[in-house]
């Protein structure tokens, strides 16, 4: 398990999600909806085109906290707020700050960001630290 | 149109499903997980687990069967076209490793109206073949112009 202090940044991660990762998300995860995977249906219904499944990019959020935390088991509890549309091939960062240790928890203000837009935000995680 | 709010406390029929090992590689490889606990029996088992992993997050692939039919109910009445996911909350107590048997019941927590906006509200709760709570969600879904 890691150790953490109040205060502390982890590690951002950064990742860019090729041009088919909404194919390989939605047979992963079962969420078939066109607006992930179909350029034409998406721009008909005024979307900018294919945008990327909100639970890819909590996704990648959850894998900054285990990262950070050990493996799997350290992540608790996530809590996340989606805004606004992430996009495949733009790159998405997920920045992390611990904002309290407490009881053997570091609680974890985190959020993700895409072209300085937050995707997710007012994000809360919880990392076992013991 | 008014929110209807009759559905808030129902429940649906639990839903179990079987964890594969090549599913939790095929989840973990499209989110990026490169930890061999999720990928590789052995790492796995030199880690203490029976068999690979899955990652937190692979909590939507065992629930989801379990949330669909509280989405579609009439009496729940969303309307797709105007619906957005606002939010998203796990609690997890428990890993799940291939070859585990996860069943998942979801009930209508809440149902309200703010500002011209629906909000749906789904619990789930997983446990496991043996009973142990492995993971509680929260689905947060917002329609616009109810």
């Not at chain 2, 609690?91 to 011209?116: F, L």
């Amino acid at each position: 398990m890691a150790e953490f202090t109040e205060g502390q940044e982890l590690p951002e991660l950064r990742v860019t999600p090729d041009r088919f990762l909404t194919v390989r998300y939605a047979g992963a995860s079962g969420d078939f909806n066109p607006i992930h995977i179909d350029e034409e249906f998406a721009k008909g219904v005024g979307l900018p085109g294919k945008i990327l499944h909100g639970l890819y990019t909590m996704a990648q959020v959850a894998r900054a906290q285990t990262d950070a935390g050990g493996g799997p088991e350290s992540l608790k509890r996530l809590k996340v707020q989606f805004r606004g549309m992430g996009l495949p091939e733009q790159e998405i960062v997920v920045t992390s700050k611990v904002v309290e240790v407490t009881g053997g928890v570091a609680k974890v203000e985190t959020a993700a960001e895409q072209n300085g837009n937050q995707i997710v935000r007012n994000a809360e995680a919880e990392i076992a630290t013991s | 149109m008014p929110v209807t709010t009759s559905a808030i406390g129902k429940s649906y029929p639990p839903t179990t499903y079987a964890v594969g090992r090549e599913k939790i590689k095929e989840y973990a490889s499209a989110v990026g997980e490169a930890n061999p606990v999720h990928l590789d029996p052995e790492a796995a088992k030199a880690a203490g687990y029976a068999d690979v992993v899955a990652p937190p997050m692979f909590a939507v692939v065992y629930k989801s069967p379990a949330v669909i039919p509280a989405l579609f109910d009439p009496e729940v009445g969303i309307n797709f076209a105007m619906m957005v996911h606002g939010g998203q909350e796990f609690v997890w107590s428990a890993p799940v490793v291939a070859g585990d048997e996860i069943t998942t019941t979801t009930t209508v927590k809440d149902i309200s109206e703010r500002g011209g906006m629906g909000f749906y509200v789904f619990e789930t709760t997983s446990v496991n073949q043996r009973g142990e709570t492995v993971c509680v969600g929260e689905w947060t879904n917002i329609v616009r112009g109810v």
